[in-house]
């Protein structure tokens, strides 16, 4: 599929697309990314950025990013808390009551897991799998059992390894779904959350449609996404699910992917 017209908006996702959590440098914004998103910035093309991850956990690469390019919205948690201009949107947090029902019934079976709010990610039941999964994206957490019932969360993360997935299917409550990014690690959220859905909220609060939005992805957490902006890239290090449905794939991250995206297609 050819781009008919440069986009209002463009959304990328934060790891392996805008920050590089495995290059042979270490983990790091590239300094095209930087440019690309100034340049976007100097057209008046809104930029943002569509994650997993909460605000807070956020690398600080990237949190200094938003603030030096002039990232204008946020959709975090897979597009259950959105932000533009640094002021909230709209959020989609889960029923504290089945928050702590299901905590239970997880901790029950020894299946280590973690509640994601907007300042940060809360630990109920910790293990090698949690650790695992977390430090290879470098994000903190803070050991809190009963943060479910003391604040908003808005998914979970639960840590077990692919031999346990039908244990954990079992525990799945109907309403939610799971989505693995780790050997170790996986989002449970409610089914009718996804980025695709934070987004399709923020547009329609900016006035904006679908058809004028562009993303960038790499990972299965993406899929909505890109099924469902105006045209979607994938990066070049984006696994084969994401590349099969997306209208471009760019080069890697690690080459200049983003930058070099955006100057293919026509709009830098």
Not at 34 to 49: D, F, N, V
Not at 54 to 74: H, Q
Not at 98 to 103: C, E, I, M
Request: proline letters at 6%; charged letters at 20%; aromatic letters at 8%.
């Amino acid at each position: 599929m050819s781009l008919t017209a440069a986009p209002k908006i463009i959304f990328f996702d934060v790891d392996e697309t805008l920050y590089s959590n495995h290059s042979p440098r270490g983990p790091h914004v590239p300094e095209s990314t930087r440019q690309a998103l100034s340049e976007l910035h100097q057209k008046g093309i809104l930029t943002a950025i569509a994650t997993g991850r909460s605000a807070a956990v956020l690398p600080p690469a990237v949190k200094t990013l938003i603030t030096e390019c002039g990232i204008d919205m946020l959709v975090s948690i897979n597009g259950q808390y959105i932000e533009y201009r640094g002021q909230k949107l709209a959020d989609f947090p889960m029923d504290t009551m089945q928050a702590a029902q299901l905590s239970q019934r997880l901790r029950q079976h020894h299946i280590a897991h973690a509640f994601v709010a907007h300042d940060g990610l809360y630990s109920a039941y910790e293990d090698e799998h949690l650790h695992t999964a977390l430090n290879a994206l470098g994000i903190p957490h803070t050991h809190r059992p009963d943060a479910c019932r003391q604040q908003a969360v808005y998914q979970f993360l639960c840590f077990y390894p692919e031999s346990r997935d039908e244990l954990a299917g079992s525990l799945q409550p109907d309403t939610m779904k799971i989505i693995r990014w780790h050997p170790s690690g996986t989002d449970w959220l409610d089914k009718t959350a996804s980025k695709a859905r934070g987004i399709q909220t923020a547009l329609q609060k900016l006035g904006l449609k679908m058809a004028d939005a562009m993303a960038f992805g790499d990972a299965h957490n993406d899929m909505e996404m890109l099924q469902t902006v105006g045209f979607s890239v994938a990066m070049g290090n984006a696994v084969p699910e994401i590349k099969a449905i997306a209208d471009y794939v760019c080069p890697p991250i690690d080459e200049d992917g983003i930058y070099r995206g955006l100057v293919d297609l026509g709009i830098l």
